[in-house]
């Protein structure tokens, strides 16, 4: 019986394959907390938690609260628009005032790569990374391996895909070292401008043709284009990148293999991935979506053991 | 030999005493009287169920439903196992969060007789963890307690038990343990002082 490693959970690459191990132990354990008629623990009845939402978000968001009220912790919600961000309070200034009002954990979601970890180092409460820029979204990666996880009994050897827009993914920044310490094969996909350009130092081989690429996985994580994050063209449009990069029907029929498709959300239809196949049974993404409730519950039970 | 064999009972002596309160035969007996307790009280279990606590109640409560179908072959027992972690009171205070074990109840508790099952009754603070776990699965007619061993005098709440395999009087630094055959090889029951 031990706990995390960590005091926060700001990145993948910080936590231990042990770590990680727990936490899907514990998430098992939450969904079918969640299956019951009650769905609800008093574990955290006596935690404040502020979720911190400095850029836009539905589903984490959503579940991020799904789980503190499942755990029954109180909440408080902040979004960046409406408030005194727009007057000019800094970031540091704002989470300090919120923090006056006793708050024991904080869960951040900001544009700014980094900026979680410059919180954790000035201010007492936990912090819990819902994505921060082009960084990581670690509960998202966590997701992502559980629900691969639960599909495939093991993630050991499993060969996995991410397709599309890799320099600015922070779901790649966290699938990438999850899936390689959890002892799986990683390949990226996607337009050579969109590829970091080190990517192969991590560990991870890149494929240019989708079709080969598709061939070789077992499990492809689809990506979205990220238009509001590329401050130059990166692709000539969103047609010629569907053209190439788009998972269609046609394309799945054509290589010899039933692979699991997997996407963070939202998803472009007809962009990155057509609707024929995220709505069918090769989709996980629904699976994923509530996956990631009982995996940030774990993440939250974890983490207020060491409050 | 003799003498290093002394010298080391010497040595343990002080801090680490074992005895043996309950052998495999007495403990074998004792299972068997509970069982018969509970079909004294609940006849053919239409309406009973039993559930044991995460993770040393599930032992009992496994043996217990094995004996009950050896001695009435027709009767229809329900088992469930409860995990109690998420309910516990005492979470935080020990550093580090506790790991959960396996709930399953796949079945309702509405109007049910509900028979909680845990091995030793020492503190309570177990058992009202587990009541308010199991209430999130229904609303039960009424709720007993079987316990192997009820260590009565250090007693936080008042929890007491319905049907009780051994009554043990014992002080705070003792522990008891209870070893089962399934996973210690031998069935019994050790009073240890720390």
Not at chain 1, 16 to 26: A, R
Not at chain 1, 43 to 50: E, K, N
Not at chain 1, 140 to 154: N, T
Not at chain 2, 188 to 193: A, E, F, G, Q, T
């Amino acid at each position: 019986m031990s706990g995390l490693s960590q005091r926060h959970l700001i990145a993948i690459k910080d936590l231990e394959k042990s770590d990680i191990q727990l936490i899907f132990d514990t998430a098992k354990n939450f969904k079918e907390v969640l299956q019951r008629p009650i769905k609800k623990v008093p574990s955290l009845r006596d935690i404040t938690i502020a979720n911190l939402f400095f850029e836009d978000s539905t589903r984490t968001r959503i579940s991020f609260e799904l789980a503190e009220k499942r755990l029954s912790a109180d909440t408080i919600n902040f979004s960046a628009s409406g408030s005194s961000v727009k007057k000019g309070e800094t970031l540091l200034d704002t989470v300090n005032n919120i923090l006056a009002m006793k708050v024991d954990m904080v869960v951040m979601r900001h544009s700014s790569s980094g900026a979680p970890q410059f919180l954790s180092k000035h201010i007492p409460a936990q912090i819990i990374n819902a994505g921060d820029g082009t960084h990581e979204h670690p509960t998202q990666g966590l997701l992502d391996g559980y629900s691969v996880l639960e599909q495939f009994g093991s993630l050991k050897g499993l060969n996995y895909l991410i397709i599309g827009d890799i320099k600015h993914s922070r779901v790649a920044g966290s699938d990438i070292p999850l899936m390689l310490k959890m002892g799986a094969k990683v390949k990226v996909c996607g337009p050579p401008t969109l590829i970091p350009k080190y990517i192969e130092e991590l560990g991870v081989s890149y494929e240019p043709n989708l079709k080969k690429a598709l061939e070789w996985c077992d499990v492809a994580n689809v990506l979205r284009i990220q238009l509001e994050r590329m401050d130059t063209k990166f692709i000539p449009s969103l047609r010629e990148y569907s053209l190439y990069y788009g998972v269609n029907r046609a394309l799945l029929d054509s290589i010899n293999k039933n692979i699991t498709i997997m996407h963070p959300g939202p998803i472009n239809r007809g962009v990155e991935l057509d609707s024929d196949v995220a709505d069918s049974k090769q989709s996980l993404i629904l699976q994923q979506v509530e996956n990631g409730v009982a995996i940030r519950m774990a993440v939250l039970y974890l983490l207020a053991g060491r409050v | 030999m003799a003498y290093s064999l002394f010298y080391l009972y010497l040595c343990n002596f002080p801090t680490m005493q074992k005895r043996v309160l309950i052998d495999s035969a007495q403990f074998l007996l004792i299972i068997d009287r509970l069982c018969h307790q509970l079909i004294e009280h609940h006849k053919n279990f239409e309406n009973s169920v039993i559930i044991g606590v995460q993770p040393r109640g599930i032992m009992l409560s496994n043996r217990i439903a094995e004996r009950l179908r050896e001695i009435a072959p027709k009767l229809n027992i329900l088992h469930g196992k409860l995990d109690i972690t998420f309910y516990r009171d005492d979470f935080r205070m020990k550093g580090k969060p506790m790991t959960a074990n396996e709930t399953d109840i796949p079945f309702s508790l509405d109007d049910k007789q509900v028979i909680l099952i845990d091995d030793v009754l020492y503190t309570g603070r177990t058992i009202r963890s587990a009541l308010d776990a199991m209430l999130d699965f229904g609303r039960p007619k009424d709720v007993e307690l079987l316990v192997l061993v009820d260590r009565r005098l250090h007693r936080h709440l008042p929890i007491e038990a319905n049907y009780v395999g051994k009554v043990i009087d014992s002080i705070t630094t003792e522990k008891v343990k209870v070893n089962w055959k399934e996973t210690d090889g031998k069935d019994k029951i050790w009073i240890v002082n720390e």
